[in-house]
């Protein structure tokens, strides 16, 4: 089915159609970007535009709960952003704080099993406590794992990583030979974890911020316009729905590709495909 054909879906039927498939992306992983372009659009404080973000994360949830997609991980607060206003980095703990507690009790329900990847002990006394409060609460859930990107940092991951291992090899425990990707990995913060399938990104930036800079090396990339406060179940469903045309090599030839039953392959920086496809609501 087409990307047009997919736009033709209404929403429930839509949802119907991506149930049926086989090849869904296992792990989704989102850029969640445009929260203060949304709030300025508006004439509304930056911090409003990250509390109407809330509503796509409970949104971005239902979907992959719905689909049976195994993990998503949402770029929630970077090691950069600690650089912003102090007044917008305190309202976003205290949104953290509060989606936490008001949220834990759906996400149960949903068996929504709850992760995090970052250097938490760089966040407040009180988000860090909520966040354990949330992960001891949430941690016999059988269903989605939600991995949030909490003073996460691409590059640091990999550092930190890296001086682990050179530990182990200077106390003798580890010969720098046996160092390759998988013993990297294992160091990671959740090596558990599959490599995401499907990065997007709100808003219309075109890079991945240090996002997952390791895991995303072979995920297929997806730039939509839409302001992240916009992105609800629909606009995720299309950008899943266009994940399944993807033709996706891993560093092989098309006519390997095609021999394994893969799909050809879009264009993801095409700005005018994409409002196309989901529509500009910003």
């Known amino acids: 089915m087409g990307a047009k054909s997919y736009r033709d879906l209404a929403t429930e039927q839509l949802a119907e159609h991506l149930g049926r498939q086989s090849d869904l992306p296992r792990h989704v992983a989102i850029i969640m970007d445009g929260n203060g372009r949304w709030a300025r659009r508006r004439f509304l404080p930056r911090a409003a535009g990250h509390r109407a973000g809330r509503h796509s994360v409970r949104a971005a949830v239902s979907v992959c709960g719905r689909l049976g997609i195994d993990v998503l991980t949402l770029y929630t607060f970077s090691q950069e952003n600690f650089s912003r206003p102090e007044a917008e980095v305190q309202a976003l703990w205290t949104f953290l704080e509060e ?15 709850l992760a995090i990847s970052g250097e938490v002990d ?25 991995n949030l990107a909490l003073a996460y940092g691409g590059r640091q991951e990999v550092v930190q990583a890296a001086r682990k291992l050179a530990r182990q090899a200077a106390a003798g425990e580890l010969d720098a030979d046996q160092i390759d990707e998988a013993a990297l990995r294992r160091e990671l913060y959740h090596p558990e974890l599959p490599d ?9 930036e075109s890079r991945l911020s240090n996002f997952l800079i390791w895991q995303a090396a072979y995920a297929e990339l997806l730039v939509t316009p839409v302001l992240w406060p916009d992105f609800r179940e629909r ?33 993801v920086f095409d700005p005018a495909r994409w409002k196309r496809l989901l529509g500009n609501r910003s």
Do not use: C, N
């Open 235 to 267: 606009e995720l469903m299309l950008a899943i729905a266009d994940f399944l045309g993807r033709e996706r090599r891993f560093g092989g030839l098309p006519e390997a590709a095609a021999k394994a039953g893969r799909k050809r392959e879009s264009s």
């Open 196 to 204: 995401p399938d499907l990065v997007i990104r709100t808003s219309g």
């Open 99 to 113: 989606a936490l507690v008001v949220e834990q009790a759906e996400l149960r329900e949903r068996g929504v099993r």
């Open 122 to 146: 760089l966040l407040p006394a009180r988000a860090r406590e909520a966040l354990d409060t949330a992960v001891r609460e949430l941690s016999t859930g059988d269903g989605l794992i939600l």
